[in-house]
């Protein structure tokens, strides 16, 4: 009929997903140290604190340790990729845990925004960057923020090896939404309903995940890369990747790739 699989995603993620605006500052979390950037330099002056903990000297296979802040992630190989199999939980300034609950961020990651991720000013948030791809961003040493197409990479060979390109990266819990539905996590990517923080507040725990990529949204009459960036989102409920865009300014997980 003229409509291919990945334009109909297209169409689900965007109606999925509504942009958000008018987001506060992060939250402060407790530490030992400074990231190095004390307030960070965000506009509200928000303060995120660091617990510097040395990496060991031997780690377990398929784990990486995050030289900033000694935080351990377990490692994934799917396809021919390797991804972290976590949400990345490095405290720095515009980011929230849901709900501002330090227990979350521990089990979900923190939410930031795309500046953030990115490793960029706040004020690309309300102004394109065009940044140079791939960007590490504010991923460990090795990682980096994911392309629309690593992400569409990974969905490709998890539906060509299961299926499905959602269930099968979603975990079997924490998706505990009453419209949800458990993941089967056939490769150990093991994605959370980790939520979104969007118009001054959190929601979609338990139903929804959404993650940045390392794009601006330049798509002709619906982009706008001064505000928008491009997204990916798995859900509870529908049964494909969702493709949209998100403002800069929310609060989503980041995921990282080597």
């Given at each position: ?53 040395p ?14 802040d ?70 460990p ?18 539906a ?6 959602n ?6 819990d ?10 089967s ?27 940045w990529t ?45």
């Amino acid at each position: 009929m003229g409509v291919t699989m990945k334009s109909l995603k297209w169409g689900i993620g965007f109606i999925a997903v509504m942009a958000g605006f008018g987001l506060t500052a992060c939250g402060s979390d407790s530490g030992t140290s400074s990231n190095g950037e004390g307030a960070g330099g965000d506009s509200a002056g928000a303060s995120c604190q660091v617990s510097i903990v040395p990496c060991p000297d031997v780690l377990e296979p398929n784990t990486i340790c995050d030289a900033r802040d000694g935080k351990i992630y377990k490692t994934v190989t799917i396809g021919t990729q390797i991804w972290l199999a976590q949400n990345l939980d490095y405290c720095t300034s515009g980011s929230w845990c849901y709900d501002n609950n330090q227990a979350n961020c521990d089990k979900y990651g923190r939410l930031y925004t795309w500046s953030s991720a990115m490793g960029l000013s706040s004020s690309f948030n309300a102004t394109e960057a065009n940044p140079a791809i791939p960007a590490q961003g504010i991923c460990p040493e090795g990682f980096h923020v994911p392309t629309t197409d690593e992400w569409d990479a990974l969905g490709e060979f998890a539906a060509s090896a299961t299926g499905s390109d959602n269930n099968s990266l979603r975990s079997v819990d924490s998706w505990t939404s009453s419209m949800s539905t458990p993941g089967s996590d056939d490769f150990g990517f093991a994605a959370y309903g980790s939520g979104r923080y969007y118009m001054n507040n959190f929601a979609d725990l338990g139903f929804k995940a959404y993650f940045w990529t390392s794009e601006e949204d330049n798509t002709p009459e619906l982009g706008d890369p001064v505000r928008h960036s491009l997204i990916r989102s798995l859900s509870g409920m529908i049964d494909a990747m969702g493709f949209g865009n998100s403002n800069k300014a929310d609060g989503l997980s980041l995921r990282c790739v080597k």
